[in-house]
């Protein structure tokens, strides 16, 4: 925690160790969570397609958010970033059993914005939230 002021930063040993980031920020009643890309714990984006990363990058979030002691149905809103929108349509039905797989039939409120690059090259989808916090 910060001095004073209420902040707490969450880093779990279990992601790649952050460089000018924190993975997630507890304050108040709220959770901040860094936008998460398919990185390993190794600092590696994982090879694959959307699927693939999607579950990924979405793993990521998840272990973030639970280091920062919420759970997948505390999420408030969730931004997905994509190289590919056309290819994520496409691959819907998949990418919608991974959520359902990892964070159950909650859905809360989402956006997907497409855009030209990501920060890793390799790196086809990236994925932000909020969510509320626990105790």
């Given at each position: 925690?910060?001095?004073d002021?209420g ?5 779990p040993d279990?992601l ?5 980031f924190?993975?997630?920020?507890r304050?108040g ?11 390993d714990a190794?600092?590696t984006i994982v ?6 990363q ?8 998840l272990a973030?958010?639970r280091?920062a ?5 505390d ?6 970033y994509?190289?590919?929108i ?9 990418i919608g ?6 964070c159950?039939r909650?859905?809360?409120a989402?956006t997907?914005v497409?855009?030209?690059a990501?920060?890793q090259p390799e790196a086809l ?7 509320a916090r626990?105790?």
């Open positions: 925690m910060t001095a002021t902040i707490e930063l969450v880093n279990t790649a160790k952050p460089s000018g924190t993975h997630a920020v304050h009643d709220t959770v901040h969570l860094s936008g998460q890309t398919a990185m190794h600092g090879s694959g397609n959307i699927v693939d999607f579950r990924q990058a979405l793993s990521n979030v973030a958010l280091a002691g919420s759970e997948p149905s999420l408030l809103s969730v931004r997905i994509l190289l590919d056309p290819g994520y349509q496409a691959r819907g039905k998949e059993a991974a959520w359902k797989e990892l159950g909650t859905y809360p989402m997907g497409g855009v030209t990501l920060w989808i990236e994925i932000e939230a909020t969510a626990r105790g």
